[in-house]
């Protein structure tokens, strides 16, 4: 600051009559500009906290750019995802063969923790259409990969993967506009085995102008939330870095008033200089948000990756931002600047602010869950209360940080200073001034709350999934099946997959549904339908207690359940007619395959597959039924896998991919949902760590500035002799205080909320101790922010801080 | 020249603080009971000596004989634990912890030695007593004057009664009036309870309350008394 | 203040006629009271009997301001008796002092350690006097007081004399 400038800033009272309103608008911009000046030029110390402040407000920025981006992210990958798709999908009507039409088969693969889509194509004449991003569509034995794919193929990662793709040549690469977002492992093959027998749908165009269709309401629920969740510590942590370094620039603002600024003049600077810091945050945040844009393209983080193209902020969206954060600067500042007056000879603090209301703070999440209970419970049938439950959880999770402050100020009003000399220290200070670190963890204990609510509703849904399969865990399994009956496929499959790695047994089976022929007594009745298995002695063996068998049996397999052992009864008489094609049975031109179960069958208990499901129904040995009769049977593996086995899965996809292109390798479906949710899951909890890890950062900050402002006093203390572990703990305890308070409140709050929402969804609490995990990164918060200020409160209990004088 | 029965000597001091040297090779030593005023031109090198003495900085050459123990050698921590049995301090300003009310202020350096806190505070409010500030116990160091704060952390250098009490400037930032009081009751009770004062000032009229003065000028001391 | 030790340490760096001790004495003390010639002989000749100077020569032709004078041993002794011991502190003792640390820093002796020994002086007065203001009422207060500010404005002085010992002694010493 240079001392002409000090004159200026000078109120013109007694102003020269005249345009006076030009006049103070003059002041005004000057002001402001001053405090611009500050911001800059106030030395290694005024750069230091501008610094800071953009850094803090840069990385907020950064954060709501990136949420501002997802509904145009989102909406550019399902462009391109429909822009490749087959449009008789959309339309439903079916496609005559002609020149251009293609017939295509969508397949897709898991190698490890990732999938491998893609489509085998052929073409039906000799101008085909191609997907985008294609220029050429792939001849027999011909593979475009993606550039994803095609590294992970090029490396000795991908070897396994490579041998299962060896009887395809890559010839080309999919272009940007093929590929949803940069990392997809995806493809298009050529094959001339393809038929719409094995499984080949015609295909006239690519591509369809999408209907809007409606979101999930469960979907909007977790959208709402997780934006409500992720995005208000954000606000808060804004807030928060507005303020980084008050303390000085209040001493330097009273400098201000002793040379004849008046007060309004002051604000007015202060404001000058909040808006410069937000500013130049903008610009940081800008370009952060440019960078960490560009690494998306390049970096797979939690299987996300994304075109820096498609990152882009809604407009909308964007402006609000920009225009957002630099008033909230602004605002916070000035509502900072009301608790302490700054008088010419210094900075007064209203040492007895005004007392924290209570019933707002208790009223306000109390009406959110209040709001959530009273909208209802959401069912796919009708639309959700999108609104009532976005209002009803923000107003929750808003209110839960708006409870904090007054929380931490009178739990800690309740401490008496009794106790060792650190926790002492810490009370005093905190009982002196709570609002800084209730500000602070406030941010933690949306985030918490948030999160704690949000994996209750996703563990509530994962349950329901995990009881309707009934995973074992210790049973892994894969199954793998053709759409043909082929029973000598089924013992070719049964040879190849017991000689490969890691398969520790193998039932093969061929299966197909069979029906009672004949007039029903009621012609709306459900004609009576079992399933037919036809097998060796040996698989048959394994999928029921039959005894003695040989070439030529047949058995009638019941389950533990009566009413659909009855229902088995009804199609499965011994002795009795069956029609071995159950398709379309009552309509014209059904092609009948009459058969009859030899009276002599036997009724027999099944037992589980390797997969843990019964198979109830006739079972028939080769001798008995010929599979190749079958006309809508399927060809089926079951194979139990050696978990031990590293990459078993791999090797039996990798056999089945040789056995036939287009057989289906189906991991168990909950194994699926299970990754889906741990997905979900992580990315929860590594959202709400890295709010933590925001906060802590300025928690730290403040934490920092206070011992700066007490470099005289500590060096006093070290003086008397005050042991340094002793101040060490007091820092701990002043960290810790409001954390756990924070916490406790995130907790409670957390649970009440995500038990009225799981409630919602019609679903019971299966977890309720979802939220340790988080109470642990707690604890390393607290432990980090103390170890991290222990250096420099080493170096400030030195006694050189009594030289300075 | 050991003088018989000295409570604290130091000789051959010597720190420097990067180029420039605080102390060159001065001595100092004082009895029980005694006030000695340690006097000089700013910059002379008295805090430095009075810090040395306390042994709050590590002379970088010298010794500093404590109640026969030699200071120089001990660790941080054995420093640390006499500093906080057997020393006082009070400063210019900044050094009550102003979260603290008085009372506690004055009774932390017993509270760090272990004391329980009712007794702490027991002892601490006899103190504030003596020293005329016991109606301002409940007050937080902001709440009152400058005189009295000075008072309470007079009070708080006596309440674990060390033998030696350092004072640096303890009347710097007080008007006469105040100034001489707080003199007249450190001073007081100090010889009341034998304790040696240390006492760093540039003002004469405070000087007047020692026994008798040392001169530091350069970085060397002079010992009036033996001079003359 | 003494005339008689103030010009025997003028004669300390050399021997000096009368007339140039005059000159000496007005050039460095004498400001705005030169000394007479009467004094300086009536002066010379009391330090001559009592065998702190010698003539150390006449010059021909010449009255009794031709005489030269040199110290003696004895004379140096009594010069160094009276700079070492601090005067009684009391009002305007500023000339002797000014005087005394102007001869000890041309005769190379050590200034600051005069100033010191002064202080010291000083300060015991001081001490006494405060002794006195605590034990006494409120008049013995007042007027110890008085006499404390005293003191402590010609302490002021003699911190400051010290602090410019340095160029003091550029100005008074010839170059």
Same mark, same amino acid.
């Given at each position: 600051?240079?001392?002409?400038?000090?004159?200026?800033?000078?109120?013109?009272?007694?102003?020269?009559?005249?345009?006076?309103?030009?006049?103070?608008?003059?002041?005004?911009?000057?002001?402001?500009?001053?405090?611009?000046?500050?911001?800059?030029?106030?030395?290694?110390?005024?750069?230091?906290?501008?610094?800071?402040?953009?850094?803090?407000?840069?990385?907020?920025?950064?954060?709501?750019?990136?949420?501002?981006?997802?509904?145009?992210?989102?909406?550019?990958?399902?462009?391109?995802?429909?822009?490749?798709?087959?449009?008789?999908?959309? !339309?439903?009507?079916?496609?005559?063969?002609?020149?251009?039409?293609?017939?295509?088969?969508?397949?897709? !693969?898991?190698?490890?923790?990732?999938?491998?889509?893609?489509?085998?194509?052929?073409?039906?004449?000799?101008?085909?259409?191609?997907?985008?991003?294609?220029?050429?569509?792939?001849?027999?034995?011909?593979?475009? %990969?993606?550039?994803?794919?095609?590294?992970?193929?090029?490396?000795?990662?991908?070897?396994?993967?490579?041998?299962?793709?060896?009887?395809?040549?890559?010839?080309?690469?999919?272009?940007?506009?093929?590929?949803?977002?940069?990392?997809?492992?995806?493809?298009?093959?050529?094959?001339?085995?393809?038929?719409?027998?094995?499984?080949?749908?015609?295909?006239?165009?690519?591509?369809?102008?999408?209907?809007?269709?409606?979101?999930?309401?469960?979907?909007?629920?977790?959208?709402?939330?997780?934006?409500?969740?992720?995005?208000?510590?954000?606000?808060?942590?804004?807030?928060?870095?507005?303020?980084?370094?008050?303390?000085?620039?209040?001493?330097?603002?009273?400098?201000?008033?002793?040379?004849?600024?008046?007060?309004?003049?002051?604000?007015?600077?202060?404001?000058?200089?909040?808006?410069?810091?937000?500013?130049?945050?903008?610009?940081?945040?800008?370009?952060?948000?440019?960078?960490?844009?560009?690494?998306?393209?390049?970096?797979?983080?939690?299987?996300?990756?994304?075109?820096?193209?498609?990152?882009?902020?809604?407009?909308?969206?964007?402006?609000?931002?920009?225009?957002?954060?630099?008033?909230?600067?602004?605002?916070?500042?000035?509502?900072?600047?009301?608790?302490?007056?700054?008088?010419?000879?210094?900075?007064?603090?209203?040492?007895?602010?005004?007392?924290?209301?209570?019933?707002?703070?208790?009223?306000?999440?109390?009406?959110?869950?209040?709001?959530?209970?009273?909208?209802?419970?959401?069912? =796919?049938?009708?639309?959700?209360?999108?609104?009532?439950?976005?209002?009803?959880?923000?107003?929750?999770?808003?209110?839960?940080?708006?409870?904090?402050?007054?929380?931490?100020?009178?739990?800690?009003?309740?401490?008496?200073?009794?106790?060792?000399?650190?926790? &002492?220290?810490?009370?005093?200070?905190?009982?002196?001034?709570?609002?800084?670190?209730?500000?602070?963890?406030?941010?933690?204990?949306?985030?918490?709350?948030?999160?704690?609510?949000?994996?209750?509703?996703?563990?509530?849904?994962?349950?329901?999934?995990?009881?309707?399969?009934?995973?074992?865990?210790?049973? %892994?399994?894969?199954?793998?099946?053709?759409?043909?009956?082929?029973?000598?496929?089924?013992?070719?499959?049964?040879?190849?997959?017991?000689?490969?790695?890691?398969?520790?047994?193998?039932?093969?089976?061929?299966?197909?549904?069979?029906?009672?022929?004949?007039?029903?007594?009621?012609?709306?009745?459900?004609?009576?339908?079992?399933?037919? *298995?036809?097998?060796?002695?040996?698989?048959?063996?394994?999928?029921?207690?039959?005894?003695?068998?040989?070439?030529?049996?047949?058995?009638?397999?019941?389950?533990?359940?009566?009413?659909?052992?009855?229902?088995?009864?009804?199609?499965?008489?011994? =002795?009795?007619?069956?029609?071995?094609?159950?398709?379309?049975?009552?309509?014209?031109?059904?092609?009948?395959?009459?058969?009859?179960?030899?009276?002599?069958?036997?009724?027999?208990?099944?037992?589980?597959?390797?997969?843990?499901?019964?198979?109830?129904?006739?079972?028939? !040995?080769?001798?008995?039924?010929?599979?190749?009769?079958?006309?809508?049977?399927? +060809? +089926?593996?079951?194979?139990?896998?050696?978990?031990?086995?590293?990459?078993?899965?791999?090797?039996?996809?990798?056999?089945?991919?040789?056995?036939?292109?287009?057989?289906?390798?189906? *991991?168990?479906?909950?194994?699926?949902?299970?990754?889906?949710?741990?997905?979900?899951?992580?990315?929860? &909890?590594?959202?709400?760590?890295?709010?933590?890890?925001?906060?802590?950062?300025?928690?730290?900050?403040?934490?920092?500035?206070?011992?700066?402002?007490?470099?005289?006093?500590?060096?006093?203390?070290?003086?008397?002799?005050?042991?340094?572990?002793?101040?060490?703990?007091?820092?701990?305890? &002043? *960290?810790?205080?409001?954390?756990?308070?924070?916490?406790?409140?995130?907790?409670?709050?957390?649970?009440?909320?995500?038990?009225?929402?799981?409630?919602?969804?019609?679903?019971?609490?299966?977890?309720?101790?979802?939220?340790?995990?988080?109470?642990?990164?707690?604890?390393?918060?607290?432990?980090?922010?103390?170890?991290?200020?222990?250096?420099?409160?080493?170096?400030?209990?030195?006694?050189?801080?009594?030289?300075?004088? | 020249?050991?003088?018989?029965?000295?409570?604290?000597?130091?000789?051959?001091?010597?720190?420097?603080?990067?180029?420039?040297?605080?102390?060159?090779?001065?001595?100092?030593?004082?009895?029980?009971?005694?006030?000695?005023?340690?006097?000089?031109?700013?910059?002379?090198?008295?805090?430095?000596?009075?810090?040395?003495?306390?042994?709050?900085?590590?002379?970088?050459?010298?010794?500093?004989?404590?109640?026969?123990?030699?200071?120089?050698?001990?660790? @941080?921590?054995?420093?640390?634990?006499?500093?906080?049995?057997?020393?006082?301090?009070?400063?210019?300003?900044?050094?009550?912890?102003?979260?603290?009310?008085?009372?506690?202020?004055?009774?932390?350096?017993?509270?760090?030695?272990?004391?329980?806190?009712?007794?702490?505070?027991?002892?601490?409010?006899?103190?504030?007593?003596?020293?005329?500030?016991? @109606?301002?116990?409940?007050?937080?160091?902001?709440?009152?004057?400058?005189?009295?704060?000075?008072?309470?952390?007079?009070?708080?250098?006596?309440?674990?009664?060390?033998?030696?009490?350092?004072?640096?400037?303890?009347?710097?930032?007080?008007?006469?009036?105040?100034?001489?009081?707080?003199?007249?009751?450190?001073?007081?009770?100090?010889?009341?309870?034998?304790?040696?004062?240390?006492?760093?000032?540039?003002?004469?009229?405070?000087?007047?309350?020692?026994?008798?003065?040392?001169?530091?000028?350069?970085?060397?001391?002079?010992?009036?008394?033996?001079?003359? | 203040?003494?005339?008689?030790?103030?010009?025997?340490?003028?004669?300390?760096?050399?021997?000096?006629?009368?007339?140039?001790?005059?000159?000496?004495?007005?050039?460095?003390?004498?400001?705005?009271?030169?000394?007479?010639?009467?004094?300086?002989?009536?002066?010379?000749?009391?330090?001559?009997?009592?065998?702190?100077?010698?003539?150390?020569?006449?010059?021909?032709?010449?009255?009794?301001?031709?005489?030269?004078?040199?110290?003696?041993?004895?004379?140096?002794?009594?010069?160094?008796?009276?700079?070492?011991?601090?005067?009684?502190?009391?009002?305007?003792?500023?000339?002797?002092?000014?005087?005394?640390?102007?001869?000890?820093?041309?005769?190379?002796?050590?200034?600051?350690?005069?100033?010191?020994?002064?202080?010291?002086?000083?300060?015991?007065?001081?001490?006494?006097?405060?002794?006195?203001?605590?034990?006494?009422?409120?008049?013995?207060?007042?007027?110890?007081?008085?006499?404390?500010?005293?003191?402590?404005?010609?302490?002021?002085?003699?911190?400051?004399?010290?602090?410019?010992?340095?160029?003091?002694?550029?100005?008074?010493?010839?170059?």
């Amino acid at each position: 600051m240079s001392l002409d400038t000090r004159p200026r800033s000078a109120p013109a009272t007694g102003a020269p009559a005249g345009n006076t309103a030009g006049r103070r608008q003059r002041v005004f911009w000057r002001d402001l500009a001053m405090g611009v000046r500050f911001a800059l030029g106030g030395g290694r110390e005024g750069w230091t906290r501008t610094l800071l402040t953009a850094v803090g407000v840069g990385l907020g920025v950064a954060l709501l750019l990136g949420a501002a981006s997802v509904p145009e992210l989102m909406q550019r990958r399902d462009d391109r995802s429909v822009a490749r798709s087959a449009q008789d999908q959309f !339309t439903g009507k079916p496609v005559p063969k002609s020149d251009s039409t293609v017939l295509q088969r969508d397949v897709q !693969t898991d190698f490890r923790d990732s999938t491998v889509s893609g489509r085998v194509l052929r073409a039906e004449g000799t101008h085909p259409v191609v997907p985008p991003g294609v220029a050429k569509l792939p001849g027999d034995g011909e593979m475009i %990969a993606s550039p994803a794919l095609r590294d992970l193929l090029d490396s000795p990662d991908g070897a396994l993967l490579k041998e299962r793709f060896d009887r395809y040549r890559i010839t080309g690469t999919i272009a940007d506009a093929g590929l949803v977002h940069p990392k997809e492992l995806y493809y298009y093959a050529g094959s001339d085995s393809l038929t719409r027998d094995q499984g080949g749908h015609r295909v006239a165009a690519f591509g369809w102008a999408q209907p809007k269709e409606p979101l999930d309401p469960l979907l909007v629920v977790l959208v709402v939330l997780i934006c409500v969740v992720l995005l208000t510590p954000v606000i808060i942590f804004i807030g928060t870095a507005v303020r980084f370094g008050g303390e000085r620039r209040d001493r330097r603002l009273a400098a201000l008033r002793l040379v004849g600024a008046d007060a309004r003049s002051v604000r007015r600077i202060a404001a000058g200089e909040a808006l410069c810091g937000a500013l130049l945050g903008l610009a940081v945040g800008g370009i952060a948000f440019l960078g960490v844009r560009e690494l998306f393209g390049l970096v797979d983080m939690w299987q996300v990756s994304a075109f820096p193209s498609d990152v882009v902020p809604v407009p909308g969206l964007a402006v609000t931002v920009l225009l957002a954060v630099p008033v909230t600067s602004v605002v916070v500042t000035l509502i900072s600047l009301r608790a302490v007056s700054i008088e010419p000879l210094g900075v007064v603090r209203n040492t007895r602010p005004r007392k924290r209301r209570l019933w707002w703070r208790v009223v306000m999440p109390l009406l959110g869950l209040g709001v959530l209970l009273a909208a209802g419970r959401v069912s =796919g049938e009708f639309d959700p209360p999108v609104y009532a439950i976005g209002l009803g959880a923000t107003l929750t999770l808003v209110g839960l940080a708006a409870l904090l402050p007054w929380l931490v100020e009178a739990s800690v009003a309740r401490l008496r200073g009794g106790g060792p000399v650190p926790w &002492q220290l810490a009370v005093r200070r905190l009982q002196l001034s709570s609002g800084t670190a209730a500000r602070a963890v406030s941010g933690i204990t949306v985030a918490v709350a948030g999160a704690v609510a949000l994996q209750m509703l996703f563990v509530a849904m994962h349950d329901d999934f995990n009881r309707t399969t009934d995973n074992a865990p210790g049973r %892994a399994s894969l199954v793998v099946r053709a759409d043909v009956g082929d029973g000598e496929l089924a013992e070719r499959m049964i040879e190849r997959f017991r000689t490969t790695k890691g398969v520790e047994h193998v039932i093969g089976t061929v299966t197909t549904y069979v029906v009672k022929p004949g007039r029903l007594e009621n012609a709306d009745d459900i004609r009576p339908t079992t399933e037919l *298995t036809v097998a060796t002695c040996e698989n048959l063996r394994e999928l029921a207690r039959i005894g003695r068998c040989e070439d030529g049996d047949t058995f009638v397999a019941h389950s533990g359940n009566k009413g659909m052992n009855n229902w088995v009864d009804e199609a499965a008489r011994p =002795g009795k007619p069956v029609d071995l094609n159950a398709q379309s049975w009552d309509e014209a031109g059904h092609r009948h395959v009459p058969w009859t179960l030899p009276a002599d069958s036997r009724v027999v208990r099944t037992r589980p597959d390797p997969a843990g499901e019964e198979h109830d129904g006739i079972y028939a !040995t080769p001798g008995a039924v010929d599979p190749a009769k079958l006309t809508d049977a399927s +060809t +089926t593996a079951m194979i139990k896998v050696d978990r031990g086995t590293p990459d078993a899965e791999e090797h039996i996809r990798n056999t089945a991919a040789h056995v036939g292109p287009f057989l289906d390798v189906m *991991t168990l479906r909950a194994v699926e949902r299970d990754k889906q949710y741990a997905t979900v899951r992580t990315g929860l &909890q590594i959202g709400a760590m890295a709010t933590m890890v925001l906060i802590a950062a300025s928690m730290l900050v403040s934490m920092l500035e206070q011992l700066r402002e007490r470099k005289k006093l500590l060096a006093a203390l070290t003086a008397f002799g005050t042991r340094r572990s002793s101040m060490a703990w007091s820092v701990l305890w &002043q *960290t810790a205080v409001p954390v756990v308070i924070g916490l406790a409140l995130a907790i409670a709050g957390g649970l009440g909320l995500g038990w009225v929402m799981v409630r919602m969804i019609r679903k019971p609490v299966t977890d309720w101790l979802l939220f340790l995990p988080l109470t642990g990164a707690g604890a390393v918060l607290v432990a980090a922010v103390t170890l991290l200020s222990l250096p420099p409160l080493w170096r400030m209990m030195r006694p050189d801080g009594l030289r300075t004088e | 020249m050991t003088p018989a029965g000295s409570l604290l000597q130091a000789d051959g001091l010597r720190k420097t603080y990067g180029p420039t040297a605080a102390l060159d090779g001065a001595a100092f030593s004082i009895h029980p009971g005694e006030v000695v005023a340690v006097m000089g031109p700013s910059g002379s090198g008295k805090s430095t000596l009075l810090h040395c003495l306390a042994g709050i900085v590590r002379p970088d050459e010298g010794s500093i004989t404590y109640d026969g123990r030699e200071l120089t050698g001990l660790p @941080d921590a054995a420093l640390s634990a006499l500093r906080r049995s057997e020393f006082g301090f009070v400063f210019q300003f900044g050094q009550l912890v102003p979260e603290l009310t008085c009372v506690e202020n004055v009774a932390l350096p017993l509270r760090l030695n272990g004391a329980r806190r009712k007794e702490a505070e027991a002892t601490a409010r006899g103190w504030m007593e003596r020293l005329e500030v016991d @109606d301002v116990t409940a007050k937080r160091p902001g709440e009152v004057s400058g005189g009295q704060g000075q008072r309470v952390a007079v009070a708080r250098a006596l309440a674990t009664s060390p033998r030696v009490v350092f004072a640096d400037e303890p009347t710097g930032a007080l008007d006469s009036l105040n100034g001489e009081r707080v003199m007249e009751l450190l001073t007081d009770a100090a010889r009341a309870t034998n304790a040696a004062v240390v006492l760093v000032t540039h003002e004469t009229r405070v000087a007047a309350y020692s026994d008798r003065e040392i001169v530091v000028r350069d970085g060397r001391s002079r010992d009036m008394e033996r001079a003359v | 203040m003494s005339i008689g030790h103030t010009l025997l340490g003028l004669l300390e760096s050399g021997p000096r006629h009368g007339y140039d001790l005059k000159r000496a004495f007005d050039e460095k003390f004498g400001h705005d009271k030169p000394l007479h010639y009467g004094q300086v002989y009536s002066t010379m000749s009391r330090l001559l009997k009592n065998g702190l100077v010698e003539v150390d020569g006449i010059e021909a032709g010449g009255g009794p301001e031709r005489k030269r004078y040199a110290i003696t041993e004895a004379g140096v002794t009594d010069v160094q008796r009276w700079l070492a011991t601090p005067e009684k502190p009391e009002p305007y003792l500023q000339s002797t002092l000014y005087t005394k640390v102007v001869l000890a820093l041309l005769t190379d002796r050590d200034a600051a350690e005069l100033l010191d020994v002064q202080r010291a002086e000083h300060l015991r007065l001081m001490r006494i006097l405060t002794d006195r203001k605590r034990k006494g009422d409120l008049a013995d207060q007042l007027i110890c007081d008085h006499a404390l500010f005293h003191l402590e404005a010609d302490l002021r002085w003699l911190e400051l004399t010290a602090a410019r010992l340095g160029r003091l002694a550029q100005e008074v010493r010839p170059a």
